[in-house]
């Protein structure tokens, strides 16, 4: 089954995923600032949102196919955390289909390990598998409190992101554990240096789910890629700070076009 797609707005073409639990309605407050000058499409991933009828695979690569399949040829795809994972994996299957690569607050691998200090413990994302059986919307608030926490405007995103999470209705719960599964297993450390698109990395100066070490470290290791820190966010910057990461993207999409070199001011 074909996955939910919208598209608004007109100019180059700007495909948005959204992260886990989530859905395309997440990026509600930043397309008013976007299709003025890009046609926006924005995805419901599988078993989320409109899509929640279509399953969510059981690897990164099938996933990556289903929106892969969805998306125009040469979109730049913005990726939000588990999206921009399945962004990576979609750049390494099939880069001729991508114009660029933006990948905001997110990381090859969500899971901490000996040589990988840049992500959350085993054990909380356990935590997260063990809730989604027991009481899946209580498990999905905290995780939404966790995205914000230690940004300066916490109260105002957290009240933002709990305000759209069930307004396109209840995922389905075996597609979120299924997501879950593709956080803990998913590691693209090693392939991310085979990027071939251009990319800029977006981090938050407090996520605490994606750390931005995480982000530099990717954006270190794919070749060209460029990195943008924006303080003091969390893991949510295009809602927290929307001005700066819509400016970071503006720059990123104009450095792509035969437009002049200078950002185009996004208001």
């Given at each position: 089954m074909a996955l939910h797609v919208e598209s608004l707005g007109s100019g180059p073409d700007l495909l948005l995923v959204h992260g886990w639990g989530?859905?395309?309605?997440?990026?509600?407050?930043?397309?008013?600032?976007l299709t003025p000058h890009y046609r926006?499409?924005?995805?419901?991933?599988?078993?989320h949102g409109l899509s929640r009828r279509t399953p969510m695979p059981a690897t990164l690569a099938e996933a990556a196919r289903l929106v892969s399949d969805a998306a125009p040829a040469g979109a730049v795809w913005l990726g939000w955390s588990l999206g921009g994972l399945l962004a990576l994996r979609a750049a390494l299957d099939r880069p001729g289909k991508l114009r660029g690569l933006i990948l905001c607050n997110t990381t090859p691998r969500f899971?901490?390990?000996?040589?990988?200090?840049?992500?959350?413990?085993?054990?909380?994302?356990?935590?997260?598998a063990v809730g989604l059986r027991?009481?899946?919307?209580?498990?999905?608030?905290?995780?939404?409190?966790?995205?914000?926490?230690?940004?300066?405007?916490?109260?105002?995103?957290?009240?933002?992101?709990?305000?759209?999470l069930f307004i396109r209705g209840e995922p389905d719960t075996v597609s979120l554990a299924a997501g879950l599964e593709l956080l803990r297993n998913g590691d693209l450390r090693a392939e991310s240096q085979a990027i071939s698109v251009p990319t800029l990395v977006i981090a938050g100066g407090y996520d605490r789910l994606t750390p931005p070490g995480a982000g530099k470290v990717l954006a270190e290791r794919i070749p060209g890629a460029k990195f943008k820190l924006i303080p003091k966010s969390a893991h949510a910057p295009f809602i927290s700070h929307a001005y700066e990461f819509v400016q970071a993207v503006a720059g990123f999409m104009d450095g792509l076009s035969a437009a002049p070199a200078c950002a185009r001011k996004v208001p």
């Open positions: 989530l859905h395309g309605g997440v990026w509600d407050t930043l397309i008013p600032k926006v499409m924005r995805v419901d991933l599988p078993g899971v901490a390990a000996a040589d990988w200090p840049h992500a959350m413990p085993p054990t909380q994302l356990q935590e997260f027991e009481d899946y919307r209580e498990t999905l608030q905290r995780f939404l409190s966790l995205q914000v926490r230690g940004d300066e405007a916490a109260r105002a995103s957290l009240r933002e992101l709990r305000e759209a």
